[in-house]
Structure formats: structure tokens, C-alpha cells
């Protein structure tokens, strides 16, 4: 059944086609749900910029998320013959991006949409066009919101398709369903002459995943946590072949017997306090807010049994666990002289850990004592890479032209901001102020006297959300991917800042005239285009609308704030009455209509120059970014009533020019956020404006400012 599902969803969505020679650094970007990442060219991925680890993303909708790492993966059979007649007693191939050209060929990398996504305007700049090389082609019959397909041809004639499959319904868009077929083609290059027709025997396949737990999680550990030096790994599925055929309910969703292996932040040696969660600014005055709530990995949703039994195989993965971070061994260049490294990576693919650095076991479970436990876990193995989340598949016989399928799910969960900030705060204050011993509220509804014990508690419950994950991975899966659809979003959004309100006006939803369908709401974020969206508007079903556009005006802004808007199709939820995933009214994927550029409400410039002024004066660091100031936006400084255009030199109290800002825009308002022309955060005191217009005529204020 599952076979004839991956064959209709490739016949239904696919037809993969040899394209022309392609590079291997390209990609294609996912970006319609909470979580976010990209597919490389080259088969595998390395998140290395060149400044900073990028990927996998969750919740998308706030900075410095990334949990990807690197994945490194590799192929291997026995007793191979390469096209130049050189025997192999092992042969094997890492997925590297610097073995482009000698041992991978990269053929195809296309990404395609379910449908045409609408733009988004702010102040009649595009948002979106920025993401238009994103999609390749739009495929209306297609389930998923997004389809990426990767092929790579590589020297043992053994060709890897990728199939990617996301979805951005709100119970579903926190995983990507990873499809991958192993071909036997034959074709060892980038033409499309078949080189080798000989079975290949004895084929394996694995991979080890390293992730970051977050990105800003190594700011508030250390540095070393961007590369996962300090992630724990666990696994489940230990009773898969008992339980396989155990049916998953709404009632009953978590299951430990689902194959899956994943990865959250662990203690650092280095480190005094309790890490766990990646408290922030605990020693600089910082909230305390928790910047490490991911928990990330894979699960295995189905094996192949082999390539005449499209099965799925009960007893695969070989090895399902940990592996130390960079310890693994080298294939070397195609020669047969490497034929010791290619044997290791066969035997390490066949399950024993490479220098025995490595387990099946619960890694986490297995070496801390209690839940505050200070044991950093690269002490475990002694690899400072950190530890990689490690799964290998195999031995198959695969003919010239015969195939197998593995399908996983890789995901990342664990509790959301607002946790993050409530008990990142409740546990910084109990920090700071030794005698507060609680008590601590616990997600059973316990309580405790240890603080480390109630933050890490509520950290811990990311375990059970990403197997919630998993399941429901699982189960749409098995469905043949038929979770219930959300509506598509609305057509084209656009907001308008104006003089007493902002203006938002959008298309309908292609979803409008099905019965189930409910209306719109309107989302507003304040300061920052991550922090909290709340609900201002609603319209329902049946709203009466010739000119098949929408308005809303937004009368609530205050002059000089920010204001950020996400705007949902939603449906009735009659439709949603399956066992996938909760029951209820659904909504479009909210990223689809999210804006990143503020809207704000100015006023028309002002010609009168006595009525210039600076808002807040005296400006106080303890207030900013309050209510009592710009909500959300600290070291905001507000020029108000100033003339359309004119030149604001500000300088210090001595008489030092630190920050020139030529207003060109029309409006009275201009900001500053209080950063001189070198890029620095100017200090306390007393500062000067000075405000020239092009004709010459000029004024002054003075302002104070409280850091």
C-alpha cells in the first residue's frame, strides 16, 4: 500500500526528468511554514555560510532559529566494478559539496507550489518578490503546499531522488516529509550515457545529523553550541516491530514505539548555571527568556523490505541512534588504494559506531543520574564536534534498474515563546535572588522547591511534543497524505500607512465559495515582526463583497509605533473530523500574508519649525520598548513634526557631530535608533539636534538621554 502511495504521489506530482549539468551549491528554499529550511543540489546539506549555521529554522517567525548543522551522508555496496575496470571490495561515496564534478552529479533541483502565492505590498514595496526564484513551477492537483525534488547521480551508479514534501496546515507545517529512492542507473556522470549495468550488492545507506538547537543558543551558552557541541542525543522505536500495526488516535497520539531519533540542548562544562533551555542574559541583566526550547530530528516513517518488496521492512533502521559529532571516516579520492577508508564506512554504515564512538541506546537516559544532572554530553564520547543523530539502512541487492524507498519525517518541536518567556523569567528571578526557593509549578501540576528542576521540566515536555510531531507524520503518511486541507490564503494583501490609520485591502480566497468556508482574520504585532500577533478584525461567511476586494482600516495606531499584520483564511472545521490530527476550524498557513516592513501611522510634514519635537525627552533605557514608550522597540527615538525634507545632525554635548540623517520622505516623523554614524550605541547625556531644510531655515532641540 505505502509503495503504491509514494508511486501515485511521484506520478501525480513528478516526472523526473535529467536536466543539464547544475552546480551543487544551489537550493531551493522552503518557506510556507513554522518551520523553514532549504534543500542543496549537491544530495546532503551543510548549514555553513561563512558566518553563521543556516537552516531548519523553528518558529520561523523569529530570529536566529536555526538548528541545522550539517548532515553527512553516505552510500556503500561490496565487490564493485567501476567503469575504468578497477575492483572494489568495498566502494563507498560521502555527499560532500567538494566532490561535485568527482563522485556526485547533481542533475535536478526544482521546487513546486500547490498554488501561486499572493504578494504582499507594504507601502507599495513587494515583499515577496524577493522569494519569486523560490518556486519552479505551480502544480494545482499537487497535496502539498510545496514539492522539492532532488536528483544526484554519483560514481558507484547508484542515482539518490529526493522528494520533500511540506505542508503549512497548523498541525503539520513543523516537519518535512524526506522521500528518498535509491536507483540503480548506472549512470556514474553528469550525461546521460549509462556507464555500468551490473547489480550492486550489498548496498547501504546512513546518515548522521548534527543540530545547533537553536542559533542563539550559543550566544547564551557559548560559542561552541553553534556547531552542537553540546547537544544531547535520544532515540525511540525500540519496540517498532511489536507495536508497528498499533493504531495512533487524537485520544492516544504519543507513541515511544514510533523510530525516531532526535536531539535538544544538554550542560556545559564551562558553564556555572543550569543551561538546560539556554536561559538568556543571565549574567548582563537579560530576561531570562528560554532561547533553546528545540527539540529536533527524524523519524522513520517507512523501509522498503527490498526492491521486489515494497514493504515496509519492521526491522530497518540497521542502527538507529548516536554517533560522535566528527569522528567518522574517510573515503579519500576514488582510488583503490582508499579501499581501507570506504571499507570503514561500510562497516560503520552496517551498524558498528566508527572507533566504537557511538550507541543505540537512549544516549541521554543512559548517562544522566536525575534531571539536573550537570553532565555535559561530548564529555560522553570526547568528540567536541558534539554528538549527530545517526540512522543507516540496508544491506540491499539491487539489479540495474531496480529501486528502493525510505521515507522519513524531520522535524523539530518543544514548548512555545510564551513558555519560553514565563518560565524563563520565573527561573532568572529565582536565579537572582538566592532566597526564592518557589514553589515551582510543574507541567504535571506538582510543584517544586528547585528552580533548575522547574525549568528543565518544562523543557523536557519538547520530548513529547516532537514525538507529537512524529506521530502525526506518521499518520498522514499512512493516509496517502489526506490530512484535511486548510483554505488557500487570500489573494494579494496590501497595507497602506496613512495620516490617521493604515489601510489593508486583499483579494479573496480561491477557497471563498467551497461550503465549510468560515472568513478572514486579522493579525497585528507591535515593535517587531516576531513578537505576539493578536486578533483585530474578523469577517465571516456570506460578507457581502461585489468588488471581490476587501478593506479594513486600522484606526488604533499610535503615531511613531510599528505595526506588523498576518492575515488567515479560516475554515468551519466540518471537514476536519478525521483521526490525523486535532478536530476543529483550520487556517491558511499564516506565513503566506506575514509582513516584514512595518506600516505606521505619519503625519503630514510640518512647516512651522517651533513645533518640532523629540519623543521620549528624556529618553530612559528602564522604559524602552515598553508600553510606556515604542512597544516593542527599545532605543527607538522619535522626531515629530518636522518639514518634509531636511538634514538632522545630532550632536554630543561637547559639540561632537556623531549621526547625520537626511529626511527625504514627505512626512514629519523620522526616527533614530540612538546608533552613530560608526556604528556605535551612543551613552548617557546630553545631546543636541540641529534641523536644516533646503532653504536654509534652521532650528534646534535638545534631549536627554538615560542608559
Known sequence: MKKLIKVSIYLLLFVISVQAQMTGSEKRYIRIGSLQSHISAYGSERAWTGSYYEGLRWPAIHPYQDNSVIRRAWIACQDFTDEYDEAYSSYAVYFYLGDVGESLFPMELKQSAKFKPPSIYVDGEDLTAIFASDIDTVVANQIPDRIVTNVVNTSMGLTQSLTVLAFSQQYHDNYFIKIYEFTNTGNVDFDSEIELTAPLNGVRVG???????????????????????????????????????????????????????????????????????????????????????????????????SATDPSDDVNQPVFLGWHAGDTYPSAGSRKPENIPGMAAIYDMLSGNPFQGKGGTDRM????????????????????????????????????????????????????????????????????????????????????????????????????????????????????????????????????????????????????????????????????????????????GQGTENPELVYYYDDTTPVRGQSYYYCLVAFNDGSENMTELNPQGPLHSGPYYTLTTKPATLKREAESDMDKIRVVPNPFNIRRSGTKLDYLGEPNKLMFLDIPGQCTIRIFSERGDLIKTIEHIDGSGDEEWRQITDHRQTIVSGVYLAHFETPDGRSTYRKFMIIR
Open 364 to 539: 541521554d537516559e543512559t548517562n544522566l543520574e536525575s534531571i539536573t544532572h550537570r553532565l555535559d554530553p561530548y564529555t560522553v564520547h570526547g568528540d567536541g564536534g558534539g554528538t549527530n543523530v545517526m540512522m543507516t539502512y540496508g544491506p540491499f541487492d539491487l539489479a540495474h534498474g531496480e529501486s528502493v524507498v525510505i521515507i522519513e519525517a524531520e522535524g523539530i518541536s518543544g514548548i512555545n515563546q510564551s513558555l519560553c518567556n514565563e518560565i524563563g523569567a520565573r527561573w532568572k528571578k529565582a536565579y537572582d535572588d538566592p532566597a526564592d526557593v518557589g514553589p515551582f509549578d510543574l507541567p504535571d501540576g506538582t510543584t517544586t522547591n528547585n528552580k533548575d528542576e522547574y525549568k528543565n521540566a518544562w523543557v523536557y515536555t519538547g520530548k513529547d511534543s516532537i514525538m507529537l510531531t512524529f506521530s502525526r507524520a506518521l499518520r498522514n503518511f499512512d493516509s496517502g497524505y489526506l490530512i484535511p486541507q486548510p483554505p488557500l490564503p487570500p489573494g494579494n494583501l496590501t497595507v497602506e500607512s496613512g495620516g490617521d490609520r493604515i489601510r489593508l485591502s486583499w483579494l479573496l480566497s480561491p477557497s471563498e465559495p467551497e461550503a465549510d468556508f468560515g472568513g478572514y482574520i486579522l493579525y497585528r504585532a507591535i515593535g517587531e515582526p516576531d513578537s505576539t500577533f493578536r486578533q483585530i478584525f474578523a469577517c
Open 207 to 305: 546518515w548522521g545529523t548534527r543540530y545547533s538547537m537553536g542559533r542563539e543558543a550559543s550566544w547564551n551558552v557559548e560559542g561552541s553550541q553553534s556547531y552542537g557541541k553540546h547537544s544531547w542525543v535520544t532515540r525511540r522505536g525500540e519496540a517498532y516491530p511489536q507495536n508497528h500495526l498499533e493504531p495512533i488516535t487524537r485520544a492516544d497520539p504519543i507513541k515511544d514505539w514510533i523510530r525516531a531519533g532526535f536531539s535538544y540542548l544538554g550542560q556545559s562544562e564551562s558553564i556555572t548555571w543550569d543551561n538546560i533551555g539556554a536561559p538568556e542574559g543571565v549574567l548582563t541583566g537579560g530576561t531570562g527568556r528560554l532561547s533553546s526550547p528545540h527539540h529536533t530530528g527524524s523519524a522513520v516513517l517507512h523501509v522498503d523490505v
